[in-house]
């Protein structure tokens, strides 16, 4: 958070301490207003609006463009056009500095400036798509005034976009307009906006995360220096990827709202108070609010997850609950086990085998592996599969496992019958031995089996066994990336 933002949120009697500190940076600010950095805004509503009075604050000079007369009146007065907290003090504070100016004129503000952030909006589509009609006009205007520049200019994208608009649609726009070309003539960046509403301004202060894809390096380092004194740990990524995070984060966002109203939805059945259970659900940060189990990989599965989730269904319907978020976890799954069938579909013909057999590494449980319903599925069709399982131990304790899976899914009754018989002594020879390696586990004795693979052994990795994706491995192949 910056010194103004710690400031203001300091009660009283700590701020004098900050005083000196808060002179300081406000004679930093003072000096970089004179080197005038100029960033015009396109679309000011509460992104843009937002944008425009806390990079003033941070000592830009800041042009505002919009199409609505209002909101120009409204920010060159020194207004808010929205209702946000803390936005007002500082479009007032900026306009009263002379840094914040609005416009409806586009090019004669990217003339005036060095970067555009634009933020107009994107919202849906009669048909569900999100409409780009307003970022395809602001990107011909900024073309044409990119025309008339002989000095670099970066193009922000601050929109929520499907992943290829910056490159596909904004440059492809301004390079049109303009005649001149992405990279020596203009950069692009997308810079996913992360506020809250109602929070703007302080999470503007303190970003949950900075974000920035570019075009190139000259682009990329223009707009981390423009968020320098928020964010020290600014985030590069491809612009797609950037991007995507922006839209990922939202879904992720809305299926925790949903997950957590269906919960309670259930719980309120049961009269159990579900702020109860949600206040302990979200205390266990290793396995519930963590990365764990958010990195794509295979299908879940195991004695625990598939069972629970058909349990707290089944729960559901008895109570007259409906529950359409945890009713779609298992179809899900099936689907994320149909996708790798499906791949190996081509390569009946050919020797298949399958490193890692149980649910997971580590374990020697084979309830509900989805390995075992992809090896159940090729078999069947007729394909000749090997496989090797450091944890398959063949014997009485295995035998058990092996009769519960015969019995439980008469689908797979055959593969048992035949597991032991295929099963080889160890990696390397699976490797050796097969045209077609399926990778289940992400363990180094299987990535340096696959790694040392003869030329031409197609790979389909279920797990990731690699965290850089092998660029120059014509035959390495994954399903969920
Ligand atoms: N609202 C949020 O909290 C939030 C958060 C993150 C991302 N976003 C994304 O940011 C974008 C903007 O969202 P918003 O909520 O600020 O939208 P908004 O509708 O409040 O504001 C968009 C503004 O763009 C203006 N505009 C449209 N076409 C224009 C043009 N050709 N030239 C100049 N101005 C033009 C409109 O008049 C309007 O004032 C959207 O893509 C949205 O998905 C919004």
């Given at each position: 958070?910056?010194?103004?933002?710690?400031?203001?949120?300091?009660?009283?009697?700590?701020?004098?301490?900050?005083?000196?500190?808060?002179?300081?940076?406000?004679?930093?600010?003072?000096?970089?207003?004179?080197?005038?950095?100029?960033?015009?805004?396109?679309?000011?509503?509460?992104?843009?609006?937002?944008?425009?009075?806390?990079?003033?604050?941070?000592?830009?000079?800041?042009?505002?463009?919009?199409?609505?007369?209002?909101?120009?009146?409204?920010?060159?007065?020194?207004?808010?056009?929205?209702?946000?907290?803390?936005?007002?003090?500082?479009?007032?504070?900026?306009?009263?500095?002379?840094?914040?100016?609005?416009?409806?004129?586009l090019v004669a503000a990217v003339l005036e400036t060095d970067f555009t952030?634009?933020?107009?909006?994107?919202?849906?589509?009669?048909?569900?798509?999100?409409?780009?009609?307003?970022?395809?006009?602001?990107?011909?205007?900024?073309?044409?005034?990119?025309?008339?520049?002989?000095?670099?200019?970066?193009?922000?994208?601050?929109?929520?976009?499907?992943?290829?608009?910056?490159?596909?649609?904004?440059?492809?726009?301004?390079?049109?307009?303009?005649?001149?070309?992405?990279?020596?003539?203009?950069?692009?960046?997308?810079?996913?906006?992360?506020?809250?509403?109602?929070?703007?301004?302080?999470?503007?202060?303190?970003?949950?995360?900075?974000?920035?894809?570019?075009?190139?390096?000259?682009?990329?380092?223009?707009?981390?220096?423009?968020?320098?004194?928020?964010?020290?740990?600014?985030?590069?990524?491809?612009?797609?990827?950037?991007?995507?995070?922006?839209?990922?984060?939202?879904?992720?966002?809305?299926?925790?709202?949903?997950?957590?109203?269906?919960?309670?939805?259930?719980?309120?059945?049961?009269?159990?108070?579900?702020?109860?259970?949600?206040?302990?659900?979200?205390?266990?940060?290793?396995?519930?609010?963590?990365?764990?189990?958010?990195?794509?990989?295979?299908?879940?599965?195991?004695?625990?997850?598939?069972?629970?989730?058909?349990?707290?269904?089944?729960?559901?319907?008895?109570?007259?609950?409906?529950?359409?978020?945890?009713?779609?976890?298992?179809?899900?799954?099936?689907?994320?086990?149909?996708?790798?069938?499906?791949?190996?579909?081509?390569?009946?013909?050919?020797?298949?085998?399958?490193?890692?057999?149980?649910?997971?590494?580590?374990?020697?449980?084979?309830?509900?592996?989805?390995?075992?319903?992809?090896?159940?599925?090729?078999?069947?069709?007729?394909?000749?599969?090997?496989?090797?399982?450091?944890?398959?131990?063949?014997?009485?304790?295995?035998?058990?496992?092996?009769?519960?899976?015969?019995?439980?899914?008469?689908?797979?009754?055959?593969?048992?019958?035949?597991?032991?018989?295929?099963?080889?002594?160890?990696?390397?020879?699976?490797?050796?031995?097969?045209?077609?390696?399926?990778?289940?586990?992400?363990?180094?004795?299987f990535r340096e089996a696959v790694s040392k693979r003869k030329f031409g052994?197609?790979?389909?990795?279920?797990?990731?066994?690699?965290?850089?994706?092998?660029?120059?491995?014509?035959?390495?192949?994954?399903?969920?990336?």
């Amino acid at each position: 958070m910056n010194l103004r933002a710690e400031a203001l949120e300091k009660p009283e009697e700590e701020t004098d301490h900050t005083a000196s500190l808060l002179r300081l940076k406000e004679q930093q600010q003072e000096q970089r207003a004179e080197t005038k950095t100029a960033i015009s805004v396109v679309g000011l509503g509460y992104v843009g609006a937002v944008s425009m009075a806390c990079l003033s604050d941070l000592g830009f000079r800041m042009v505002g463009v919009d199409v609505s007369m209002d909101k120009i009146d409204a920010i060159r007065s020194g207004r808010s056009p929205i209702v946000e907290d803390r936005l007002e003090e500082l479009l007032e504070k900026g306009v009263a500095q002379g840094t914040i100016d609005a416009t409806h004129n586009l090019v004669a503000a990217v003339l005036e400036t060095d970067f555009t952030f634009l933020s107009v909006g994107t919202p849906t589509s009669e048909d569900g798509s999100c409409d780009l009609t307003y970022v395809r006009q602001a990107s011909r205007a900024m073309g044409q005034a990119i025309a008339m520049k002989d000095t670099y200019h970066v193009v922000v994208l601050r929109c929520s976009v499907p992943p290829g608009t910056t490159l596909d649609v904004v440059a492809v726009e301004i390079e049109k307009a303009s005649g001149k070309k992405l990279g020596p003539d203009f950069g692009v960046c997308f810079n996913p906006e992360f506020l809250r509403e109602g929070v703007a301004v302080a999470d503007f202060f303190a970003p949950p995360k900075t974000v920035v894809g570019a075009s190139d390096q000259r682009a990329a380092k223009a707009v981390s220096d423009v968020y320098n004194t928020i964010d020290e740990n600014v985030i590069f990524t491809s612009i797609q990827a950037a991007e995507m995070v922006k839209y990922v984060d939202n879904v992720w966002h809305a299926t925790k709202v949903s997950f957590g109203n269906e919960v309670g939805r259930l719980c309120k059945e049961l009269n159990i108070d579900s702020h109860d259970v949600m206040d302990i659900f979200v205390t266990d940060t290793k396995l519930n609010l963590s990365p764990y189990y958010l990195k794509p990989g295979f299908a879940f599965g195991g004695s625990c997850l598939p069972k629970e989730v058909r349990a707290v269904s089944h729960l559901g319907q008895d109570l007259g609950v409906t529950l359409p978020l945890i009713d779609s976890l298992i179809p899900s799954n099936r689907n994320h086990v149909q996708t790798a069938v499906d791949f190996l579909i081509p390569y009946l013909d050919a020797r298949i085998g399958f490193l890692g057999v149980t649910f997971k590494p580590g374990t020697d449980d084979l309830r509900e592996s989805p390995t075992l319903d992809v090896m159940a599925a090729v078999l069947e069709s007729g394909a000749e599969i090997s496989a090797y399982d450091p944890n398959l131990r063949f014997g009485p304790m295995l035998q058990g496992q092996i009769d519960y899976v015969r019995h439980a899914v008469p689908r797979q009754a055959d593969l048992m019958d035949k597991l032991e018989a295929i099963t080889v002594e160890d990696a390397q020879t699976l490797c050796d031995s097969v045209d077609i390696v399926v990778v289940s586990h992400a363990t180094p004795e299987f990535r340096e089996a696959v790694s040392k693979r003869k030329f031409g052994v197609q790979v389909l990795d279920l797990a990731r066994l690699y965290k850089e994706l092998p660029q120059d491995d014509l035959f390495y192949n994954g399903i969920a990336w």
